[in-house]
């Protein structure tokens, strides 16, 4: 794994899965043409989740709306929606066994409902044809609630929207994003009957600092956030939000520390962790506490649309 711009912090070399081991899940994404955040985002985890059976799926195309300076995804016009695109997830992840899927997508700024009906398609396409528990990592939808509503009337287990970085750095992080808007749409969610798990996270070694992130912990808690996610931001290229620092893997323990004398129900933080990185781990920890269907697999993502 290579990040440009500066040298690789030891901690951050990553072992790669063999290609063979990968196959089987490349070969079934080319067969029902579906796109992975792994591969589009350029996740470092994109190996071992592949050799694992596991990925996270990516809808309504590979072009953003939007142009975050941490993110890898291409900007510009997207296509049209393809109808056909929920049926096919849902036979993906009945073919690969999946019982913890998370299903996110690019930012569509050009839909009027921001593509909240495709999610909610995809969502009822996989509670009906495999014994699966959705997670959504979804956009603001630009903080139309009534979009929200639409995702989660189809009753995803788990809720994710990522704020990414901590306020100040919004401007040149995540220009066109709200870090308010963001926190109204967790709030949002949280307070739905029945409610899905609320979950966030943010990016580290952007040039955050410690009060900040305490203080982003404080307002993800009284949102109703309860499980959080934190890792390594690695610069895609050059051209991208350079690195600032590489945050020591005993950091990221003494934050999840932090994190759940707090109030957090589950923390996943390290170096390597994505939002859905072992996804499914860290939602049984709180599924599993409501009595619902337990994961057992899932994928890996980073450079989430927001």
């Not at 309504?60 to 995804?73: K, L």
């Not at 398609?121 to 699966?132: L, P």
């Not at 509503?149 to 287990?157: H, S, T």
């Not at 009060?211 to 931001?233: I, K, P, S, W």
Request: hydrophobic share 40%; charged share 25%; net charge neutral.
């Amino acid at each position: 794994m290579k990040e440009t711009g500066r040298k690789l912090a030891p901690w951050l070399r990553k072992r790669l899965s063999p290609r063979a081991d990968t196959e089987r899940v490349r070969a079934l994404l080319e067969e029902f043409d579906l796109r992975t955040v792994c591969q589009e985002a350029h996740c470092p985890n994109m190996g071992e989740c592949f050799a694992r059976g596991t990925a996270t799926f990516m809808i309504m195309g590979s072009v953003c709306t939007r142009n975050c300076t941490f993110c890898a995804i291409a900007s510009g016009v997207p296509r049209p929606l393809d109808p056909d695109e929920p049926a096919r997830i849902a036979e993906a992840v009945r073919r690969m066994g999946l019982r913890h899927v998370v299903i996110t997508s690019v930012t569509r700024d050009d839909l009027p409902d921001g593509g909240a009906e495709q999610f909610a398609r995809t969502i009822r396409a996989v509670h009906e044809s495999a014994t699966a528990n959705v997670e959504v990592l979804v956009p603001d939808f630009g903080g139309r609630l009534n979009d929200v509503d639409r995702v989660l009337e189809a009753g995803p287990e788990v809720f994710n929207h990522n704020v990414e970085t901590v306020p100040r750095l919004y401007p040149e992080v995540r220009p066109q994003a709200d870090y308010g808007r963001s926190l109204g749409v967790l709030a949002h969610a949280a307070r739905r009957s029945p409610p899905a798990v609320v979950k966030s996270g943010l990016m580290l070694g952007l040039g955050e600092t410690e009060d900040e992130l305490a203080a982003v912990f404080t307002d993800l808690l009284e949102a109703g956030c309860r499980v959080l996610t934190l890792g390594q931001y690695l610069a895609p290229s050059e051209a991208h939000h350079p690195v600032v620092e590489f945050v020591p893997p005993e950091r990221f323990d003494e934050l999840k520390a932090r994190a759940l004398e707090m109030g957090f129900a589950a923390v996943a933080s390290g170096p390597f962790v994505r939002s859905s990185y072992h996804a499914e781990a860290v939602a049984a920890a709180v599924l599993g506490r409501r009595g619902q269907k337990q994961g057992s697999t899932s994928g890996e993502q980073h450079g989430s649309r927001s």
